[in-house]
């Protein structure tokens, strides 16, 4: 297992995505422990109110700023 630096996923962000659709990615962050990995999106029977695009983005903006986590 190899714990990137948040340095080390800022200037290798594309490649480091790559990877975590084939197996988890771990970052430190302030003292934690951060696992990037894929999820599948489960569906719930409604139409979304969001598009994949929307939803994506938004998991992304978490991961950088804990307080916007849904």
């Not at 594309?14 to 894929?38: C, F, H, W």
């Not at 029977?45 to 929307?54: C, I, Q, T």
């Amino acid at each position: 297992m190899t714990v990137l630096k948040p340095s080390e996923l800022k200037a290798d962000l594309g490649n480091v995505l790559d990877r975590a659709s084939e197996y988890p990615q771990y970052v430190m962050r302030n003292g934690e422990l951060l696992v990037i990995t894929k999820a599948e999106l489960a569906p719930t029977g409604e139409a979304p109110s969001l598009s994949p695009w929307e939803l994506r983005s938004k998991a992304i903006e978490s991961f950088y700023d804990p307080n916007k986590a849904w």
